[in-house]
């Protein structure tokens, strides 16, 4: 999904942050109006052009900083997908046999988001950073799509915490991205 932010130049000499655009987007974001009148008067040297631009860009930076890029068509809306990696080796041996990881599977993960996940057989290859050699294993994929918040992000905590704890693992994988979804 490409996005654009949107600076619309306004005649009077300031300019109107629109916001977030997907490709051919027509709803714009009405977000904030910046009065950047005079603001060539700092340096007259320079082109009104440059300075306006310059402004613009850097008000418009500032506002959007901190919001979600993540503007969904309906039925889809924002969500959050995370993607969790379990190794299940231990050394060059299998630790977490299949019984092991449905009993974690049943107890750690699934009453902590039983609105659904996907569970997939994965093939993990990384880098040993004590050995330096290339470790292969066998692994599990869990992927949660799901709101953002705080809770969300304590309930990954635990199941990562949980799963080094009992199956002596050294890290997760855990990757978060914002999404558009519908269920």
């Given at each position: 999904?490409?996005?654009?932010?949107?600076?619309?130049?306004?005649?009077?000499?300031?300019?109107?942050?629109?916001?977030?655009?997907?490709?051919?987007?027509?709803?714009?974001?009405?977000?904030?109006?910046?009065?950047?009148?005079?603001?060539?008067?700092?340096?007259?040297?320079?082109?009104?052009?440059?300075?306006?631009?310059?402004?613009?860009?850097?008000?418009?930076?500032?506002?959007?900083?901190?919001?979600?890029?993540?503007?969904?068509?309906?039925?889809?809306?924002?969500?959050?997908?995370?993607?969790l990696m379990f190794g299940r080796n231990v050394g060059d041996h299998l630790h977490v046999s299949e019984a092991a990881w449905s009993r974690f599977l049943a107890r750690e993960i699934t009453p902590r988001f039983p609105e659904g996940l996907t569970v997939l057989d994965a093939a993990g290859h990384w880098r040993d950073p004590i050995s330096g050699r290339v470790v292969r294993e066998p692994s599990k994929m869990v992927i949660i799509v799901t709101a953002e918040n705080a809770p969300v992000r304590d309930r990954i905590a635990?199941?990562?915490?949980?799963?080094?704890?009992?199956f002596r693992q050294r890290s997760v994988g855990a990757i978060s991205l914002a999404v558009c979804a519908a269920f």
């Open positions: 999904m490409t996005r654009s932010l949107c600076v619309d130049f306004l005649a009077g000499g300031g300019c109107d942050i629109v916001g977030w655009v997907e490709r051919s987007e027509t709803h714009h974001y009405r977000r904030h109006r910046k009065a950047l009148m005079g603001f060539a008067s700092l340096n007259p040297s320079y082109d009104l052009k440059i300075h306006k631009l310059a402004a613009c860009t850097l008000a418009a930076i500032s506002i959007f900083a901190n919001t979600s890029a993540t503007a969904c068509n309906p039925p889809q809306r924002p969500m959050r997908q995370i993607e635990a199941i990562v915490a949980a799963y080094k704890q009992r």
